[in-house]
């Protein structure tokens, strides 16, 4: 018998970039029945690079967010330093805005807008079931200690999530997953604007970074398939990175804290992202760029979806799977071509056509093309 036992139409778990703007515009549709929660307390931290790219930026254009990085100092990104597999480099401008900034800031500034806008937030509460009613649908979820029952379940845990992917998603592809390990430095020389990106042969298809957070602060990290470590622990597969591209520069710079790893979710499709009285939002629904391992943007596109389909279900009466289906073709329309291409982007990388690629892409036709793909 569970302590506490509360209700409510819409349970939205997770309060990253992807729950803070499902439970932002439920609030600006005028939809209040439902409680988002967190296990963790904001600000938290999040192991990420914390880079905004053009379609991120888009969003929050679009949606009239961008309002809220103003003043907050995010580190403008505008030329690449792009390190070959081969270890030729170049430096281009990238032509495109983007922007890094903490995730311990950016999250936070997410979900306070969803908090002024009329959310109920419960933080420090660590979901560790989503229970079925009795015809296998999504009825709520629990920390252990408390429940909490619901009509519809969206579920915004990211990455971490093996225990629910496991257990109730409805996603049942198999997952390569990547593994990521990330650190901070202070006193990091690093030229204004610019980012860098070393595409190491040990991390290939993927890639190692430098990213400007500003005041001298600069975030380093690696992602790769976790299937390419060969037994190798991630620790020392950072270490060994950070000796062979930046042991020099690191002699002058200080950790400004401990170094995290953290596995990332990423498809080279858009899977099933509903199943009964549920949705998956963001990475908990693998909406990450199999590539480049850019994830906010769709993590927040997805919330908007999510938002806007459960909404729909109400106000047209029928919460039924057909109802949540509106949310797969949202996202599949918004998606799937972009996450096929990158898939097929990494492929080529994988065979070893990184420099045919990269020419092109550093050449103003690439520019443009990359500029208008985005
Ligand atoms: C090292 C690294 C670098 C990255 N760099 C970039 C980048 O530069 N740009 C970019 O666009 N993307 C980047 N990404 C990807 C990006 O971080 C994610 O795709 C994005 O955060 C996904 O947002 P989300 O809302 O789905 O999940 P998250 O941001 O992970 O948020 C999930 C939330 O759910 C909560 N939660 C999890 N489990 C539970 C539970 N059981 N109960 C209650 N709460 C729970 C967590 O506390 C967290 O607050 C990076 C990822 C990593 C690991």
């Not at 030329?79 to 430096?91: A, F, K, M, N």
């Not at 109730?168 to 860098?196: A, C, H, M, Q, Y």
């Not at 005041?215 to 270490?239: H, P, Q, W």
């Not at 329309?333 to 994988?350: I, V």
Request: aromatic letters at 10%; glycine letters at 12%.
């Amino acid at each position: 018998m569970k302590k506490r036992t509360r209700k409510t139409k819409v349970l939205i778990i997770g309060a990253g970039p992807s729950g803070s703007i499902a439970a932002l515009r439920l609030c600006e549709l005028g939809f209040r029945d439902f409680i988002l929660v967190d296990g963790k307390k904001f600000p938290r931290h999040k192991p990420c690079a914390g880079g905004l790219s053009p379609m991120a930026l888009g969003f929050l254009d679009r949606t009239g967010l961008s309002r809220v990085l103003k003043g907050r100092g995010p580190a403008e990104m505008n030329s690449v330093r792009l390190v070959r597999p081969d270890g030729r480099e170049d430096v281009f401008s990238t032509g495109l805005k983007g922007y890094v900034l903490n995730r311990k800031i950016f999250d936070k500034l997410l979900l306070d807008e969803a908090v002024k806008a009329g959310a109920e937030f419960i933080p420090g509460f660590h979901i560790s079931d989503i229970f079925l009613d009795g015809s296998g649908n999504a009825a709520g979820a629990t920390d252990g200690i408390s429940a909490i029952e619901s009509e519809v379940t969206v579920i915004c845990t990211g990455g971490h999530n093996r225990l629910l992917r496991e257990g109730v998603f409805p996603d049942r592809r198999p997952l390569r997953r990547i593994v990521s390990r990330i650190g901070w430095w202070k006193g990091f020389d690093l030229p204004d604007g610019r980012l860098e990106m070393v595409f190491d042969r040990d991390l290939s298809p993927h890639y190692g970074w430098v990213f400007p957070e500003g005041n001298g602060t600069v975030n380093i990290g690696i992602c790769l398939y976790e299937d390419r470590l060969r037994g190798k622990s991630l620790t020392s597969a950072f270490e060994s990175f950070l000796e062979r591209h930046y042991s020099e520069k690191l002699k002058n710079a200080e950790p400004t804290g401990p170094a995290y790893s953290y596995p990332i979710n990423t498809s080279g499709s858009v899977g099933t992202l509903y199943g009964s009285g549920m949705l998956l939002c963001g990475e908990a629904g693998r909406l990450c760029d199999p590539a480049t391992c850019e994830g906010i943007s769709m993590a927040m596109e997805s919330g908007r979806f999510a938002a806007e389909a459960v909404y729909g279900a109400y106000s047209s009466g029928t919460l039924d799977r057909a109802a949540l289906a509106e949310y797969q073709r949202l996202c599949a329309g918004a998606f799937d071509k972009r996450l096929r291409a990158s898939s097929f982007f990494s492929a080529l990388l994988n065979m070893g056509l990184f420099n045919p690629i990269i020419d092109f892409s550093s050449s103003r036709l690439g520019k443009k093309l990359l500029a208008g793909l985005l």
